[in-house]
């Protein structure tokens, strides 16, 4: 299992940028699959970015073109770059590693509101 953090949560009006980390407290080159869920008030946890270790991202159709997810094996971390936000993107975000024990971050709210 590994310890998930996640950072860069706050609140932004429409229109505005935010940027979160997940740093892991070992290494996720091992991980197949890290990943970005959120989960806004009353509603399932949703997938927003997936990153395999190899081979392409894939991306929440709600966020394609306006979020960017990268992978950092060496640095052991993975970042959602969150561009054009809307009111609907208020969510509490997660990380997530795919592993024999899935591990989850503790989340970070972003709240976007003017």
């Known amino acids: 299992q590994v310890q998930l953090v996640e950072s860069g949560g706050g609140l932004v009006q429409p229109g505005g940028s935010l940027r979160l980390s997940c740093a892991a407290s070992r290494s996720i080159f091992s991980f197949d699959v890290m990943a970005w869920y959120r989960q806004a008030p009353g509603k399932q946890r949703e997938l927003v970015a997936r990153?395999?270790?190899?081979?392409?991202?894939q991306y929440a159709d709600s966020v394609k073109g306006r979020f960017t997810a990268s992978r950092d094996n060496a640095r052991n971390t993975i970042e959602l770059q969150m561009n054009s936000l809307k009111p609907e993107d208020t969510a509490v975000y997660y990380c997530y590693a795919e592993g024999t024990t899935p591990s989850w971050g503790q989340g970070t709210q972003v709240t976007v509101s003017s």
């Open positions: 990153l395999p270790r190899w081979g392409s991202r």
